[in-house]
């Protein structure tokens, strides 16, 4: 796993159509750092995963299967780091499926640590790109 990459120039970046992303600080483990993207999706968007095999996986792995599965709209991506909400049980499933809106999430970091489901709430709504 790299770490302690440096970041990258937001310049140095090509623009994707019907993608626009924020980044805010949530305090999902650390404070003091962007730890939350929301990557919105223009409306129509089709969306597809890439899952791991392991029977054992995060609830917000679940949940994406879920949703991918079914078809159901998707019109923003919301990843965090530093908690991947895995090992949590039917209360870590819970916590990401009030995940905002037609969101799906994507979970990285330390497990079995429960979702901060209202630092997350507050910091996707900075995070959220604006028209």
């Known amino acids: ?3 302690n990459l440096l970041a990258t120039r937001p310049e140095a970046l090509l623009r994707v159509k019907g993608v626009e992303l924020g980044v805010a600080e949530a305090g999902v483990r650390k404070t003091g750092r962007k730890d939350l993207l929301v990557m919105r999706l223009a409306g ?7 899952f791991t095999q392991n029977r054992f996986c995060a609830a917000p792995v679940i949940l994406c299967k879920d949703h991918v599965a079914l078809g159901h709209p998707v019109r923003a991506l919301l990843v965090n780091t530093g908690n991947a909400n895995a090992g949590t049980g039917a209360d870590g499933l819970e916590r990401a499926r009030r995940t905002p809106g037609e969101a799906s999430t994507r979970s990285t970091g330390t497990s079995p640590i429960p979702a901060r489901q209202e630092r997350t709430r507050a910091a996707c709504r900075a995070a959220t790109p604006r028209p």
Do not use: L, N, P
């Open 1 to 3: 796993m790299a770490v």
């Open 44 to 50: 129509g968007a089709k969306v597809a995963g890439v």
